[in-house]
């Protein structure tokens, strides 16, 4: 059975950087494209970023391209969110994501795999 534990959450100034990670257990880590998505209060979850089996391929949200980072350490088993210049918008349980798909989805119904969720907050 697959598991997915994300870390790295917490309290931050707007401006700052986060970086989360994501330890997956089981064998085909590198079998997953991996997706980060977020949940605002009162809020649908939304995708941030995806990274395909390989690590070569990344997908982004509009709303963090060019601020936030997806990588993936197969040997190790973790995918992780670099997350700089951060506002108060990004304010989220932010929760990681496997999918045995191609390329990098976008969507929750692509993802068969779920973390319990990591809380970020960005204050003003």
């Known amino acids: 059975q697959v598991q997915l534990v994300e870390s790295g959450g917490g309290l931050v100034q707007a401006g700052g950087s986060l970086r989360l990670s994501c330890a997956v257990s089981?064998?085909?880590?590198?079998?997953?494209?991996m997706g980060w998505f977020r949940q605002a209060p009162g809020k649908e979850r939304e995708f941030v970023a995806a990274l395909s089996r390989s690590g070569i391929v990344t997908n982004y949200a509009d709303s963090v391209k060019g601020r936030f980072t997806i990588s993936r350490d197969n040997a190790k088993n973790t995918v992780a969110l670099q997350m700089s210049s951060l506002k108060s918008d990004d304010t989220a349980v932010y929760h990681c994501a496997a999918g045995v798909v191609a390329g990098t989805p976008r969507g929750l119904s692509e993802f068969k795999h779920w973390g319990q969720g990591t809380q970020v907050t960005v204050s003003s």
């Open positions: 089981g064998p085909t880590f590198s079998s997953y494209a």
